[in-house]
């Protein structure tokens, strides 16, 4: 039974920060690159972030570059991502996903994933 966990979302102001995490049970968690989609309503599902199994390859959507850090702790089976200069555009449910490459990540592919969590909501006010 493979669990992904989000916790960490909530309301920030523009120009404010938040941490999100991500904790993974069932699975070697080193095996996988993990990484993170958003969903507004009304707006098609965004991958935002990935990171590979070491952290040797990490790639960014361009609207969070400079912004946002995608982050793993193996040793606690654990993913982050800390949002740095939130905007309201940021606004959205954030979903922690496991791949086996970060290229499915990357390219928005919803096939290619192996386990989504449930959530966590970020909300930034203007």
């Known amino acids: 039974q493979v669990q992904l966990e989000e916790s960490g979302g909530g309301l920030a102001q523009a120009g404010g920060s938040l941490r999100l995490s991500c904790a993974a049970s069932?699975?070697?968690?080193?095996?996988?690159?993990m990484g993170w989609f958003r969903q507004a309503p009304g707006k098609e599902r965004e991958a935002v972030s990935c990171?590979?199994?070491?952290?040797?390859?990490?790639w960014y959507a361009d609207p969070v570059k400079g912004r946002f850090t995608i982050s793993r702790d193996n040793a606690k089976s654990t993913l982050y991502l800390q949002m740095n200069d939130l905007k309201p555009e940021d606004t959205a449910m954030y979903h922690c996903?496991?791949?086996?490459?970060?290229?499915?990540?990357?390219?928005?592919?919803?096939?290619?994933?192996?386990?989504w969590g449930q959530g966590t909501q970020v909300t930034v006010s203007s």
């Open positions: 069932g699975l070697r968690f080193d095996d996988y690159a």
């Open positions: 996903v496991a791949s086996r490459h970060c290229t499915v990540v990357a390219l928005g592919g919803v096939d290619g994933l192996d386990a």
């Open positions: 990171i590979t199994w070491s952290g040797g390859d990490i």
